[in-house]
């Protein structure tokens, strides 16, 4: 029963570098989110998927760019990675039973970007 | 739209002692709320939820939530505090659509021996 899993667990990198975060869910959820904590700030909401296919921006959406080609995997990437990114970010997701449903959370990424 | 706003950053009880942790929320319509848990270094876990079924709320490990419309509040209470409940804890309220859940600052729980 893996749940939300997330790929890779902590990552150092430089201004200026690219990576891809992945996501995986084997609930069959619809919907599926990424989030940044960070401390006194709670989790903000950078983008989301209501389906296999589709995106759409969150609260935090600048610097980032996600895709949803299949329905278990939610990839989050950084084409230009700043200081600013550092954070833990946090995949979740949701099955599509309306607003009391909750969302199932991954362990989260720790991102350091020197 | 809807918010949340944690009143403590830092809640600090002993052992045995009662918590409680603040929460308060604004939205333009019935709101869905949950309070989530976040143990060192883990992910979030659901504690419980407002499902509008009733204002009192039970969720695991002995916490309970009460939703009182006439304060918008929706406070996080268990009667008797144990060292691993020392977490993270995130009032959340959900929006309309179902499709995005926004979350306070956190209250950070220290419990003392």
């Known amino acids: 029963n893996a749940g939300v899993t997330q790929t890779p667990k902590f990552r150092v990198l430089k201004t200026g570098q690219s990576m891809t975060l992945l996501c995986a869910q084997d609930?069959?959820?619809?919907?599926m989110y990424w989030y940044r904590q960070d401390p006194g700030m709670g989790l903000r909401l950078i983008h989301y998927?209501?389906?296999?296919?589709?995106?759409a921006k969150g609260e935090v959406p600048d610097g980032y760019n996600v895709s949803r080609l299949k329905k278990q995997n939610f990839l989050l990437g950084l084409e230009s990675a700043a200081p600013s990114q550092t954070s833990v970010y946090f995949c979740?997701?949701?099955?599509?039973?309306?607003?009391?449903?909750?969302?199932?959370f991954g362990q989260g990424t720790r991102l350091t970007v020197v | 739209a809807q918010s949340v706003t944690q009143l403590d950053s830092h809640v600090s009880v002993s052992e045995g002692t009662p918590v409680l942790l603040r929460c308060n929320y604004s939205?333009?319509?019935?709101?869905?709320l949950f309070w989530y848990v976040q143990h060192p270094n883990k992910g979030l876990q659901l504690l419980l939820k407002?499902?509008?079924?009733?204002?009192l709320v039970k969720g695991i490990n002995g916490f309970e939530a009460e939703f009182k419309k006439s304060e918008t509040s929706f406070h996080l209470t268990k009667p008797s505090a144990h060292m691993s409940d020392a977490a993270e804890y995130f009032c959340?309220?959900?929006?309309?659509?179902?499709?995005?859940?926004?979350f306070g600052g956190g209250t950070r729980l220290m419990v003392k021996p």
């Open positions: 959340v309220v959900g929006n309309n659509a179902g499709n995005m859940l926004t």
């Open positions: 998927s209501v389906g296999e296919g589709t995106t």
């Open positions: 979740a997701s949701s099955p599509l039973r309306g607003r009391y449903t909750e969302a199932f």
């Open positions: 939205s333009s319509y019935s709101p869905s």
């Open positions: 609930m069959n959820h619809e919907y």
């Open positions: 407002y499902t509008s079924a009733a204002t």
